[in-house]
């Protein structure tokens, strides 16, 4: 119920913007390194104001893979400040972050940040959250209609979730578990046709 409230505000709150904005220039994108990840993606980035846009992008994956579970959607808006201009150079951006997942089995051995992603390699955890960042970022311009760009951001993603013994298993060992995750909440290489 709540995630089906946080994905229809901030849809609404998006196709809002861009009704009520004389956009010059569009621009729509996939970040190749969710790609990598087999998690199809796509983002639109809209033109606002000098300086100003903003963009709204989405992966999904819903595959298991030989017993890996790396299952979610999540939307991220974000409105960017261009030091230069819109669609080239350096740009600064905040972010919102709000979707679901099912992950487990997977192999991770470390611990960052308070978070400790071992602990899927064992568990499933499926859940959900929402959170906000910041990043920075820049976009060179390949062409008269390509660009690519690179992301990074860091913020704090707010998670509640349930966990279970194993991938699989069906026994629920903790129920509406609250996790802060702070560290990175945003990397991207994207490629970007712009109209």
């Given at each position: 119920?709540?995630?089906?409230?946080?994905?229809?505000?901030?849809?609404?709150?998006?196709v809002?913007?861009?009704l009520?904005?004389?956009?010059?220039?569009?621009?729509?994108?996939?970040?190749?390194?969710?790609?990598?990840?087999?998690?199809?993606?796509?983002?639109?980035?809209?033109s606002?104001?000098p300086?100003?846009?903003v963009?709204l992008?989405?992966?999904?994956?819903?595959?298991?893979?030989?017993?890996?579970?790396?299952?979610?959607?999540?939307?991220?808006?974000?409105?960017?400040y261009?030091?230069?201009?819109?669609?080239?150079?350096?740009?600064?951006?905040?972010?919102?972050v709000?979707?679901?997942?099912?992950?487990?089995?997977?192999?991770?051995?470390?611990?960052?940040?308070?978070?400790?992603?071992?602990?899927?390699?064992?568990?499933?955890y499926?859940?959900?959250?929402?959170?906000l960042?910041?990043?920075?970022?820049?976009?060179?311009?390949?062409g008269?209609?390509?660009?690519l760009?690179?992301?990074?951001?860091?913020?704090?993603v707010y998670?509640?979730?349930d966990s279970?013994?194993?991938?699989?298993?069906?026994?629920?060992?903790?129920?509406?578990?609250?996790?802060?995750?702070?560290?990175?909440?945003?990397a991207?290489?994207?490629?970007?046709y712009?109209?």
């Amino acid at each position: 119920m709540k995630t089906n409230i946080i994905r229809s505000t901030l849809l609404a709150s998006f196709v809002g913007l861009a009704l009520a904005s004389p956009a010059q220039t569009i621009g729509v994108k996939t970040n190749l390194l969710y790609d990598a990840t087999l998690s199809p993606n796509l983002g639109v980035e809209m033109s606002v104001a000098p300086h100003w846009s903003v963009e709204l992008s989405g992966n999904f994956n819903d595959w298991a893979i030989r017993g890996h579970q790396w299952k979610h959607w999540f939307v991220q808006p974000e409105a960017r400040y261009w030091l230069c201009e819109n669609f080239g150079g350096h740009f600064f951006a905040a972010h919102a972050v709000a979707g679901e997942f099912n992950v487990g089995n997977l192999p991770h051995g470390f611990e960052f940040l308070g978070t400790n992603f071992a602990a899927l390699t064992n568990r499933r955890y499926q859940g959900w959250g929402a959170g906000l960042g910041i990043g920075y970022g820049y976009t060179w311009m390949l062409g008269r209609h390509w660009n690519l760009e690179a992301e990074i951001g860091l913020g704090w993603v707010y998670t509640r979730y349930d966990s279970y013994p194993c991938a699989k298993c069906g026994s629920r060992i903790d129920n509406n578990r609250v996790h802060n995750y702070v560290g990175p909440t945003k990397a991207a290489i994207n490629l970007v046709y712009v109209f």
